[in-house]
């Protein structure tokens, strides 16, 4: 089974920055991604990236959040600056391989920022 480890999340105050990773035990050949949950809310796609670095993200972290993946450490990134409150959410990793492959999600991480 595959176990994603989640790291990076806190407290920061409205403006600050956040770096969140996580790490797969193996070699990753499909999408790494981020989802989030706000209280009462949907998750949502917060941004994914292949393996060759194509990314898509969602409209309301589009030149705030950064994705990014290093394939030898089996690894995804999220580089999160001006944060805002309404970012605020349990951000999840998910990995998923090719059409009728896998799909993993990491345990999800607190964001919480303040104003």
């Known amino acids: 089974q595959v176990q994603l480890v989640e790291s990076g999340g806190g407290l920061v105050q409205a403006g600050g920055s956040l770096r969140l990773s996580c790490a797969a035990p193996?070699?990753?050949?499909?999408?790494m991604g981020w989802y989030r949950q706000a209280p009462g809310k949907q998750r949502e796609l917060v941004a994914v990236?292949?393996?060759?670095?194509?990314?898509t993200y969602a409209d309301s972290v589009k030149g705030r959040f950064t994705i990014s993946r290093d394939n030898a450490k089996n690894t995804v990134y999220l580089q999160m600056n001006s944060l805002q409150p309404e970012d605020t959410a349990v951000y999840y990793c998910?990995?998923?391989?090719?059409?009728?492959?896998?799909?993993?999600w990491g345990q999800g991480t607190q964001v919480t920022v303040s104003s």
């Open positions: 193996i070699s990753i050949f499909g999408i």
């Open positions: 990236i292949s393996r060759g670095g194509s990314t």
């Open positions: 998910n990995v998923k391989g090719t059409a009728g492959g896998y799909d993993y």
